[in-house]
């Protein structure tokens, strides 16, 4: 059963230009949000968190927004950089150490 | 390098044989996790050590498997009796004592291949 879901497997976008990624989860109860970046062989790299009392978090080009009522958060890349080419993972969490990982989202961007 | 260790980073071993993997976290990060990769799917959580005890477990984290922390430090991760569906890149992960979310930080991982 998975708990987060990442629906679009990937997306290509044009250097200079915002990418969006999506995440979608069913547990009411997750209160923890993570983004990790990854990179062909190489660990998961963190990014980004948010957390249920926050619906925005900012670090640099790297956004994240959460929408508790929808049970969806996305990550927002502006402006993107041919280096942010990469699979990016969301996880989420109820107790902020067991997480639950989305399949993924393989980013391309185009220069 | 300060960063998390794993080691090895390959192992190819029969079916039916044990297999133990190393996880050396960043010095003063007390949590310690580990992790499971398929392919196409991401890490899947199979157990957290704070300090020297194992406070959660995955019910994916069968009876074949066991991991210890015995000094709070490095990790152990042994499959007993392997199978085919054992292959994966396991992965660990460690994150300091401090605001949650805790922010994890993951080695490179061993990639395990049972034949």
């Known amino acids: 059963d998975q708990q987060v879901k990442q629906n679009s497997p990937s997306l290509s976008v044009q250097e200079g230009r915002i990418s969006i990624l999506n995440c979608d989860y069913t547990?009411?109860?997750?209160?923890?949000f993570l983004w990790y970046k990854k990179y062909p062989a190489e660990g998961p790299t963190f990014l980004i968190s948010?957390?249920?009392?926050?619906d925005k978090n900012e670090d640099g080009r790297f956004t994240v927004f959460l929408n508790k009522s929808a049970k969806h958060l996305s990550l927002h890349i502006v402006p993107s950089q041919p280096g942010d080419s990469a699979v990016y993972f969301c996880?989420?969490?109820?107790?902020?150490?067991?997480?639950?990982f989305g399949t993924g989202t393989s980013l391309t961007v185009i220069p | 390098d300060t960063g998390v260790s794993q080691d090895p980073r390959h192992k190819i071993t029969k079916r039916g044989q044990n297999v133990t993997f190393r996880c050396d976290p960043i010095?003063?990060?007390?949590?310690l996790y580990w992790y499971r990769q398929t392919l196409g799917q991401g890490p899947e959580f199979l157990t957290y050590?704070?300090?020297?005890?194992?406070?959660?477990k995955s019910r994916l984290l069968s009876d074949r498997f066991s991991a210890e922390r015995p000094k709070g430090s490095f990790s152990t991760l042994e499959i007993q009796r392997t199978e085919q569906g054992d292959s994966a890149m396991y992965l660990c992960?460690?994150?300091?004592?401090?605001?949650?979310?805790?922010?994890?930080?993951f080695g490179p991982g061993t990639r395990l291949t049972v034949t």
């Open positions: 050590f704070q300090n020297e005890a194992q406070l959660e």
């Open positions: 547990n009411s109860m997750f209160d923890y």
């Open positions: 996880a989420a969490s109820t107790t902020g150490n067991q997480f639950y």
């Open positions: 010095s003063e990060h007390n949590r």
């Open positions: 992960a460690s994150s300091s004592p401090g605001e949650v979310p805790y922010e994890q930080y």
């Open positions: 948010i957390s249920s009392i926050k």
